[in-house]
């Protein structure tokens, strides 16, 4: 009964447009009144004690970090440092665009970020050389959902303090599945344009590779100083948001010097505005993470699944499919937040690592950001390349289905993420 509750107040209050954060709220109440509690100063409480959380201070420096990063000049010469190695192959702009993704994500964290910046930059690049529209606007799309994978990413940030896991253990994990998503995306677009006859760029000089790597060196200086710092213990996750934000403002105003003080105002504006959504969603999950607690219903999704918690794979397995269902529906943020404390009490009682579950958890939630019907990251492709919705969605269909395919692996051989996290964080 408490179950059916909690589903009903929460997808009936979205069915009828309420704003996930009020239909997480009203979701709380709910439960409290089933339970004959219902109090509005817990409410109160509650929201209060959800965005009162010092880890969740990275979020609007990581945001700040992308708005600056885009605007001052390190997005184009990541860009521009990838179409001079690999822009002379049969596909060239389309290596590049998977190659700068990966590389940015080291930077922003941000998947709306990344995509907006790699539409603007590559999209009407490879609309003059001839690439088909729907699949170059695809391609994109799933290379921009690399970055809440790989560090500094926003999307671990809030797993980890839903789920009290170490986010700079997250980080670390996160580096080599991101990197083989771009490896997988890599494959299926050698597949695709194989036989393409669009004609490749000049190959680059030595000297243009040398110039373009040290035009680049300050924007690559970033992740190198964020994954260093964390790893040797030089400054917590939520510092080296600090750092990154401050290090990209020093680079955009002082070295490159795109970056004007007249713009800044809109740049902090911007990453406060989007900042204010993310917490706003965390502070109202909050209160229906406490109510789920007091209610028990851990535990009764735990009863429901118990003939699974032997077979871990096979558990594994089933949140995978759950989470590709809710993400058709609901942005990445919401989904963490609604299903961390549901499925964190499971995966313990299964002896699944934490750290392992979260890392396929938000490598899920970040496919889930180009599933259609929602699509966040699709939105921002189409907008920006001014693509139709329709054909972006259909351009990203082969590239989503190997991403999914490579997570299913993790599943079935879970030492892909296990083995190359404890290198990293020893």
Request: charged share 10%; hydrophobic share 60%.
């Amino acid at each position: 009964m408490t179950i059916a509750i909690f589903l009903g107040a929460l997808l009936g209050a979205m069915a009828l447009g309420v704003p996930i954060a009020f239909s997480l709220l009203f979701c709380g109440a709910a439960l409290m009144w089933h339970m004959d509690m219902f109090d509005a100063q817990i409410l109160a409480q509650n929201t209060i004690e959800g965005a009162n959380s010092f880890p969740l201070l990275a979020v609007p420096f990581f945001m700040l970090a992308g708005e600056i990063m885009n605007a001052g000049g390190l997005s184009r010469r990541i860009v521009q440092l990838a179409m001079t190695l690999v822009g002379h192959v049969r596909g060239g702009l389309g290596y590049v665009g998977i190659m700068a993704a990966v590389l940015m994500a080291a930077l922003s964290g941000s998947a709306v970020a990344d995509a907006a910046a790699l539409a603007a930059l590559l999209l009407p690049m490879m609309n003059r050389a001839g690439y088909e529209t729907a699949r170059s606007a695809g391609l994109l799309s799933s290379a921009a959902i690399i970055a809440p994978i790989i560090p500094p990413s926003i999307g671990f940030v809030v797993f980890g303090v839903a789920s009290n896991v170490s986010i700079s253990k997250l980080f670390m994990a996160g580096i080599a599945p991101g990197v083989m998503l771009g490896g997988v995306l890599w494959l299926t677009w050698w597949w695709l344009v194989r036989k393409e006859k669009i004609a490749a760029t000049p190959r680059a000089t030595r000297k243009q590779v040398l110039v373009a790597l040290k035009d680049a060196t300050f924007a690559l200086g970033l992740p190198v100083i964020v994954v260093f710092g964390l790893k040797f213990g030089v400054f917590t996750p939520t510092e080296a948001a600090v750092v990154a934000a401050m290090y990209a403002l020093a680079v955009s105003t002082l070295v490159y010097r795109e970056l004007k003080l007249s713009q800044l105002y809109g740049l902090f504006l911007a990453a406060a505005t989007t900042t204010a959504v993310i917490m706003f969603l965390v502070a109202a999950a909050m209160v229906s993470a406490w109510m789920i607690t007091v209610a028990n219903l851990p535990n009764d999704v735990i009863a429901l699944l118990k003939p699974l918690l032997g077979n871990p794979t096979l558990l594994m397995l089933a949140i995978m499919v759950l989470t590709m269902v809710v993400g058709t529906a609901m942005d990445m943020t919401p989904t963490i937040l609604i299903l961390t404390p549901v499925l964190m009490p499971l995966v313990k009682a299964a002896g699944i690592d934490p750290v392992y579950f979260g890392v396929l958890f938000m490598i899920n939630n970040a496919i889930g950001l180009v599933t259609p019907p929602v699509g966040t990251v699709l939105s921002t492709v189409a907008g920006v390349g001014k693509v139709s919705m329709d054909a972006v969605t259909r351009g990203v269909w082969p590239f989503m289905a190997a991403q999914f395919a490579l997570m299913f692996l993790m599943v079935f051989f879970p030492q892909l993420v296990t083995v190359p996290a404890r290198w990293f964080y020893g």
